[in-house]
T-cell receptor
């Protein structure tokens, strides 16, 4: 199956700093990428939908100025957590699909810890 | 809106026991249905899927049948192994929801030797 990678797999940062997480589709072109957040022992919460070449669509309650999403190419989307705080600590997962209606392929996730 | 309801966990079974994890859904139109598995510290992996009524998805001994009349997609396996211990998510993709997926809350399965 298709492969989606995330980098880094884990990151620890100080409060107030910004962290960038990359999501790459390695063997297919992803017209759409999704960013999710997962709290311990909970389901995935969709944060935003990212389409190549256009602005991301954020879910209700997600601060677009805090979670900056860029989908610059058909194989790369980035999530930047700006001015991170301890409450932003979480497991961030991206997924990608090559066309509407096709299945999603998930990245392995990035564990963010903000001290 | 769309929703997915999964059997609450956690579920603990002995090796070789029969597994059922219930999943029911509410959606407009004709959704595709999925089961994903998440091992500790990892992202989600597609386990199986079904795209239309009466389709049966199967993989690694797991099966689920798309039942439109009961709006269900229950996951079953005849004989679980310790390596099946993970969190299982039922999900749907609705053509009327801008390509977004709706996930259930997940069911944690622990299989003991």
């Amino acid at each position: 199956g298709a492969v989606v990678s995330q980098h880094p797999s884990w990151v620890i940062c100080k409060s107030g700093t910004s962290v960038k997480i990359e999501c790459r589709s390695l063997d297919f072109q992803a017209t759409t990428m999704f960013w999710y957040r997962q709290f311990p022992k909970q389901s995935l919460m969709l944060m935003a939908t990212s389409n190549e070449g256009s602005k991301a669509t954020y879910e209700q309650g997600v601060e677009k100025d805090k979670f900056l999403i860029n989908h610059a190419s058909l194989t790369l989307s980035t999530l930047t957590v700006t001015s991170a705080h301890p409450e932003d600590s979480s497991f961030y997962i991206c997924s990608a699909r090559w066309t509407s209606g096709s299945e999603q392929f998930f990245g392995p996730g990035t564990r963010l810890t903000v001290l | 809106g769309d929703s997915v309801t999964q059997m609450e966990g956690p579920v603990t079974l002995s090796e070789e026991a029969f597994l059922t994890i219930n999943c029911t859904y509410t959606a407009t139109g004709y959704p595709s249905l999925f089961w994903y598995v998440q091992y500790p510290g990892e992202g989600l992996q597609l386990l199986l899927k079904a795209t239309k009524a009466d389709d049966k998805g199967s993989n690694k001994g797991f099966e689920a049948t798309y039942r439109k009349e009961t709006t269900s997609f229950h996951l079953e396996k005849g004989s679980v192994q310790v390596s099946d211990s993970a969190v299982y998510f039922c999900a749907l993709d609705s053509p009327t929801n801008a390509g977004k997926s709706t996930f259930g809350d997940g069911t944690t399965l622990t299989v003991k030797p």
